[in-house]
C-alpha cells in the first residue's frame, strides 16, 4: 500500500510537469494509437506493453487517462515488488537461512524505491548530474521491465544449475520436474521484457551467451567429453531467445529504419566513449561510485561470490555489456541526449543490486 502510494504520487506528479517521460509517452506516444492506426502507434513505440495496459484501462473502466497511467504504474511496480519479495525467500530457504516474511518485503520495498546518492555539488547538468538507478521512477516503460527482468534471471540461474546437475534442486524454480516447462516460461518472460522494453534483454541475452561461451570453451579445453553435451545447451538458450531477438530486430526496423520515431532526424550510431553519459555528467566516475556503492562494497567483502558463482558472475556480466553499451552506443541527431541506450546498463544496476542484496542477506545470517 505505502508502494502504490508513493508511486501514485509520483506518476501523478510527473505527468504534470512539463518535459517529463511520463508527458511524453501518455500525450505524445499513446495519442498515435489514440488517434491513429494500431500500426502507426506500434511503429511510434514498439515497446508498447505499458501503453497497451494504460489504453485497456482506460477504455475498459472509463477512467481519465493520466489515472489510468497511474494504477497501470503501480501494478508494474508492484508486480515488481513481489517478485523480489519472493526471491528473498526462496534464496534464503535454498541456503538454509531462516526466512522472515516481513524482512523480506521490507527489503523488497526498499529494492523498490532505492536511488543513487546526489547531493548538488556533484555536477551541474540537471536533475539526474549522471547518477542512474536501478529505479527510475521517472520512466514509465523502464520500470515496467523489472519484474519481467527478475524472472528471466532466476530462471536462467536455474536451468544453468540444472544443467550442470541432474539433481540440482532449483532455488527459485523446480526446473527438474519438468525442464521443458521452465524453458517456455523463459521464452515468454523474456519477450515480454522486450515488449515492455527491448534494454534489459538488449543487455542480458548477450551476457548468457558471453558466459555460455567461455564455459563451452573451457570444457572443450579440458577435453572431459563435457563439451559436446553442453553446446546443445548452448543451443537450447538461444532457442529461447529467438523469438525476442527477432522482435527486438522489428522494433529496430520499425523506430530507426521505417521512420516510426516520432523525430526521425536521428539514427542509431556508435559514438565517442561515453560521450553521451558526460552530457550528464562532469565526472563519471563518481557518478557511477554514489549509483553502485552498495553492490561494489559487496563485491570488495565478497569478490569470490561474485566470481565463483553463476548468480554472481551474471549479475557482473550484465552490467559491464550494459556499461559498454552506455559508454558506446546513442542516437545521432538531436536525439543524442535522449540516452536511450543508457537503460541496458541500468538492467544491469538491477540485477548486481538484488544479487548484492541476496548475498548481503546470507552473510548477516552467518
Known amino acids: 500500500m505505502i508502494l502504490s502510494w508513493l508511486v501514485y504520487a509520483c506518476v501523478k506528479g510527473e505527468i504534470n510537469t512539463s518535459l517529463s517521460d511520463y508527458r511524453g509517452h501518455l500525450y505524445i506516444y499513446l495519442s498515435m494509437f489514440d488517434q491513429g492506426t494500431l500500426l502507426e502507434g506500434w511503429m511510434a513505440v ?78 551541474v547538468s540537471g536533475p539526474y ?18 519484474g519481467f527482468a527478475l524472472l528471466c534471471f532466476a530462471l536462467v540461474l536455474d ?15 523446480p526446473v527438474q520436474k519438468n525442464p521443458k516447462k521452465y524453458n517456455i516460461l523463459l521464452v515468454l518472460f523474456l519477450f515480454l521484457s522486450a515488449a515492455a522494453k527491448p534494454t534489459f534483454a538488449e543487455m542480458f541475452i548477450p551476457a548468457v551467451a558471453l558466459i555460455m561461451l567461455f ?34 530486430l522489428l522494433q529496430f526496423l520499425a523506430y530507426f529504419i521505417w521512420g516510426g520515431s516520432y523525430s526521425s532526424d536521428g539514427g542509431f550510431a556508435v559514438t565517442k566513449w561515453l560521450e553521451v553519459w558526460s552530457l550528464y555528467s562532469d565526472n563519471i566516475i563518481l557518478s557511477v561510485a554514489l549509483g553502485m556503492a552498495f553492490p561494489f562494497f559487496l563485491i570488495l567483502i565478497d569478490s569470490r561470490f561474485f566470481v565463483r558463482t553463476d548468480m554472481g558472475r551474471l549479475s557482473l556480466a550484465g552490467y559491464a555489456i550494459g556499461f559498454l553499451e552506455a559508454a558506446l552506443l546513442g542516437e545521432s541527431g538531436s536525439k543524442l541526449s535522449h540516452a536511450d541506450f543508457l537503460w541496458p546498463m ?10 548484492a542484496t541476496l548475498r548481503f542477506l546470507i552473510l548477516n545470517e552467518q
Not at 129 to 146: D, R, Y
Not at 160 to 171: A, L, V
Not at 219 to 248: Q, W
Request: net charge positive; proline share 5%; aromatic share 16%.
Open 346 to 355: 541500468m538492467c544491469g544496476m538491477l540485477l548486481v543490486w538484488v544479487t
Open 215 to 248: 564455459e563451452w570453451i573451457r570444457r572443450i579445453i579440458s577435453k572431459d567429453g563435457s563439451a559436446s553435451p553442453y553446446f546443445r545447451h548452448c543451443l537450447n538458450m538461444l532457442l529461447c531467445a529467438v523469438p525476442t531477438l527477432l522482435y527486438i
Open 159 to 173: 536451468i544453468w544449475g540444472f544443467q550442470k546437475n541432474e539433481h540440482y534442486e532449483g532455488i527459485f524454480f
Open 129 to 146: 548530474l549522471g547518477i542512474f538507478s536501478m529505479n527510475p521512477l521517472h520512466n514509465p516503460t523502464q520500470t515496467t521491465v523489472n
Open 46 to 123: 514498439p515497446y508498447c506493453l505499458w501503453h497497451v495496459c494504460v489504453l485497456l484501462l482506460k477504455f475498459l473502466l472509463r477512467l481519465p487517462l493520466d489515472e489510468a497511467a497511474a494504477f497501470v504504474s503501480c501494478g508494474f511496480h508492484l508486480f515488481s515488488y513481489l517478485v523480489k519479495y519472493w526471491m528473498i525467500l526462496c534464496y534464503l530457504r535454498a541456503n538454509k537461512c531462516k526466512a522472515n516474511t516481513t524482512t523480506a518485503a521490507v527489503i523488497a520495498f526498499g529494492l523498490s524505491v532505492v536511488q543513487g546518492l546526489y547531493p548538488d555539488w556533484v555536477g
